[in-house]
């Protein structure tokens, strides 16, 4: 299938209103991306289309362009205004919405070379983007390396993208690992009692248990039965998606991406950030996929203190917690769109980590 440029809607600012770098968005789908846009947009007008609202602007003083520029795209084509002529096109694993990101990003590069070719791309979107975002990130990286072989046939049309890094807000990468987490997650929340908590134990091993025998869809299912006893819609994960996305992607939803993660913390920088109320993709599961990757410098990272953040005067923002090229934010009075509750300080989380500022500066210390 040969992807269409115009598969994915491109928005090219005027060159005034870029700064140093390039940051790339790529939440999810259609509805979650423009929520999440009331938090990283200049203005909170692209929530309101979705929404059905009255068109009209406001302008968001906790926008992520303050300093960086910023792409938005639909993701995979057939949600949100993204184009899918016919059900068979819409991508059905990471791979392929890998190489539909890339070709998108790459000509989104091309509308001006000479402006951003040697910029810096920094990639971010959350929850279910904690597969698309590894995943570009992944590709870039492979496809770089590609390009750079001595026996690569040096098409000067070719670009390599310059990954500066990935930011994964509230994020599923490792479902078989975080599955396991909901129950005594949903337990000390106070949200189940004993009886509830055992019969979800029981669930969520069911489908652990699938998904290491590779029945994809079956694991699915079970998972899907893990958040009835939550009392959670099966279409959580999605969010009011394009259905025939969510079929495509059915399998797709318990294979993990931390391998991706892996590489990425090696060759680039990695910032993890949940809000403290998110119960499915939160700080108990992210931390326990976390402590699983394959890193030279996971020891140190796991010794590092976390520390308390503030961003306005003495008013507590959350927690940072950082060692070399991985940072794990915690989000005070946020949940599962972090951007949307707290703007203001997820607006300081993304310039200090892009910037290398504060809490984010490359010093080492175990001291809190």
């Known amino acids: 299938m040969k992807l269409r440029a115009s ?15 390039v940051a790339l968005a790529a939440p999810p ?30 302008p968001n003083p906790g926008a992520w362009n303050r300093v960086f520029g910023l792409l938005f795209l639909d993701n995979p084509i057939g949600s949100g205004f993204s184009i ?9 694993d990471q791979l392929a ?30 929850s279910y983007a904690g597969k698309f975002v590894p995943a570009i990130g992944y590709y870039i990286l492979k496809k770089n390396d590609e ?47 004993e009886r509830q908590r055992i019969e979800l134990e029981w669930h969520q091993q069911e489908a652990i248990r699938l998904a290491k025998m590779r029945h994809w ?7 899907i039965r893990v958040k009835k006893v939550l009392g959670v819609k099966e279409s959580a994960v999605f969010r009011n998606c394009s259905h025939v996305v969510k079929v495509a992607l059915y399998e797709d939803n318990m294979k993990s991406v931390k391998y991706m993660v892996e590489l990425l913390v090696k060759r680039s920088k990695v910032l993890l950030y949940q809000g403290q109320f998110d119960l499915w993709d939160g700080v108990y599961s992210t931390e326990a996929w976390v402590k699983t990757l394959q890193w030279e410098e996971i020891g140190n990272f796991l010794s590092a203190y976390r520390k308390v953040w503030k961003v306005n005067g003495d008013e507590l923002s959350g927690y940072v917690q950082k060692w070399g090229s ?15 509750d707290q703007p203001l300080n997820s607006q300081a989380m993304i310039e200090g980590w892009i910037l290398e500022t504060g809490l984010f500066s490359n010093v080492q210390s175990w001291i809190p």
Not at 7 to 21: C, D, L, T
Not at 97 to 125: C, M, N
Not at 172 to 185: G, K, M, R
Not at 326 to 336: D, E
Request: glycine share 6%; aromatic share 8%.
């Open 217 to 223: 869809r079956e694991a699915t299912k079970q998972d």
């Open 147 to 193: 390009l750079m072989m001595p026996d690569h046939d040096h098409d000067q049309s070719q670009i390599l993208i310059n990954l500066g890094g990935v930011a994964i807000g509230n994020g599923l990468i490792d479902p078989v690992t975080q599955v396991a987490t909901h129950a005594d997650n949903a337990y000390f929340s106070g949200l189940i009692n």
């Open 326 to 340: 991985l940072s794990h934010v915690v989000i005070s009075r946020a949940g599962h769109l972090v951007p949307a």
């Open 84 to 92: 899918a002529s016919e059900a068979e096109e819409i991508p059905r």
């Open 7 to 21: 598969s994915y809607p491109i928005s090219h600012k005027p060159h005034s209103s870029f700064g140093s770098k």
């Open 29 to 58: 789908c259609s509805v979650t991306s423009w929520r999440s846009a009331l938090g990283t947009s200049t203005f909170t007008i692209i929530i309101i289309i979705v929404s059905y609202h009255l068109l009209c602007s406001k």
């Open 97 to 126: 919405i890998a190489k539909h990101l890339y070709i998108a990003i790459t000509k989104f590069i091309e509308l001006d070379p000479i402006l951003f070719k040697s910029r810096p791309v920094y990639i971010a979107g959350e």
